[in-house]
């Protein structure tokens, strides 16, 4: 297993950085680049709100999640593309649990054309690094609205493993049933998933 740097769970704003992306703490100064980056309705289909409604609607959603930031509750990440500087997307840390030492990546969008490069894979090879190597993480768990078949085969591809399906787990914002798949990779198995997303990084 992989060596862990703090025996103790707790999650706090930190940078970390990459090749292509470098994620750092959600702030104000993301809003202009979020907004204008968020241009298609379909990045927030599968996600708990719809889109921006104009700027300061972005300037809100980042003002409540910097709120639950402070609260301990989650830790909101800018993802900022190093070449150009632009926010392009967020993502997070969720449901963290300190006693037992688990904690979720959710609340991932990236604007559109990034979506299918290797952003993603190399933002989930950060955070779960952080997680399984700098904190104590047991379990990162990954979870998406059942219909959204790219997400589901994304996490699969990750080398996470299905768990089950909560159904009816939410009301989605257009007001639809959604059931939630869940997914999870544990400590014993990040090595692997490691090497795995190291070999699709170096392609």
């Known amino acids: 297993m992989a060596h862990v740097s703090n025996p103790n769970l707790d999650p706090q704003p930190v940078t970390l950085t990459g090749r292509l992306v470098r994620l750092e703490p959600l702030g104000l100064e993301h809003a202009d680049d979020l907004y204008a980056v968020d241009t ?19 300037q809100e ?8 930031t402070s609260r301990g509750e989650r830790v909101a990440f800018a993802v900022v593309h190093r070449e150009t500087g632009q926010a392009i997307g967020s993502t997070a840390y969720l449901d ?20 299918r490069t290797g952003v993603n894979t190399e933002c989930k090879y950060l955070l779960m690094g952080h997680a399984f190597e700098e904190q104590s993480a047991r379990r990162v768990c990954l979870k998406t ?3 959204n078949q790219r997400s589901r085969q994304a996490i699969l591809r990750l080398g996470a493993v299905e768990e089950g399906t909560w159904r009816n787990h ?10 939630s ?23």
Request: no cysteine; charged share 30%; aromatic share 14%.
């Open 96 to 115: 963290i649990d300190r006693p037992n030492r688990v904690l979720e990546i959710g609340m991932t969008w990236y604007a559109t054309p990034w979506q």
């Open 170 to 179: 939410r009301i989605a914002w257009d007001g639809a049933d959604r059931h």
């Open 40 to 58: 298609d309705d379909s990045i927030w289909r599968y996600l708990p709100r719809p889109a921006f409604s104009g700027l300061e609607d972005a």
């Open 145 to 147: 609205d059942s219909r």
């Open 181 to 203: 798949v869940f997914y999870s990779v544990i400590d014993t198995e990040w090595p692997d998933v490691k090497l795995r997303l190291e070999g699709f990084m170096r392609r």
């Open 61 to 68: 959603w980042i003002e409540q999640s910097m709120a639950q």
